[in-house]
């Protein structure tokens, strides 16, 4: 670690360097230094490059991004890579890993869960202004990282052959699931067929993407850029209902706890319009009650999808944790439907 740490600083120290944060793709570490006599916090990351197979493309991307928000009138904190001192976003070290650097906000906090509408309206308003931000931001520029990132048709075709090649023990234990989500795949078609306009859009707007000063309770920074491409406005208003008005986190497995909080849904609903409500077209506005519902569904198929092939995408702690996750996201679903 200290060799990678080396590429990015000059430092005189390491004080410390800890696991940090909740991903289910990057290892993150919260990187504590002395540098030029002064002590520093930084995120030091691994990059997950069998997700993201073109790690420069993605840390190009973000650049492109940060550069943008730069360039604007933007209130909310830029999460801008640090490069490595021979100028490259991405050190790559000898096992093949990508490693990068990116600032630490220091007296900020995150929630896995939403507590209040309060907070609700905050954190839709910060999405909000991000993907206000983002409008301008020309999409042909973005490089497409993860293709068919939130095609749900793509991943409903996914997941059919997730079935046919299913572990079958996991496919018996999943069989219920299954079926409910089979019983609600038109909705993808439905959202595909209204062809609505390409945006640059974060694509993990989960509310733990969202740092918010620990005093005040206010938003600080939109983080985790690496899924920013071309996409549509149900994906970040999507993922946002999905993870903020669940009263449950996204782990929970009881499933007596998850609960659809329609005070919530209306604090975000308000929220995120108070900033993007003038640049949505109208058909965009029409079918945004469907932005939760879609998204839910579409991250049930993708853990259960995967929890059926034998976890080959989301890091688990134990081996129902992606049935367990899937299994929360249909309740929430149907509760939203
Ligand atoms: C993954 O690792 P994280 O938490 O940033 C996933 C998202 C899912 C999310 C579910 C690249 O995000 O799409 O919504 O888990 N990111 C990728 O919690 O697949
Ligand atoms: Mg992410």
Redesign the pocket.
Known sequence: MQSIIHQFFDYQQLISLDAFG?????DTYRLEIVEADKPQTWLLQRLNHH?FRQPEAVMQNIHLVAQHLTSLPYELKILAPRPTSSGHWLHQDDTGNYWRVFPFFENTKTYERVETPTQAHEAARAFGAFAKALNRLDTSQLQVT?PHFHDGEKRLADFHAAIKNAIPERLTEAQQEVDIILHHQLIFKKIADLNLPKRAIH??T?IN?LLFDEKTDKAVCVI?L??VMPGIILSDFG?LVRTATNLAD?DESDLSKIQFRKKIYDALVEGFLSEMGELITPEENTVLPLAGPWLTLM?AI?FIGDFLLGDVY?KVKYPQHNLVRGRNQLALFEQMI
Request: charged residues 35%.
């Open positions: 909740t991903g289910h793709i990057n997700v993860i694509h993990d989960k993407n985790d690496d899924t993922d996204e991250q993708r989301y």
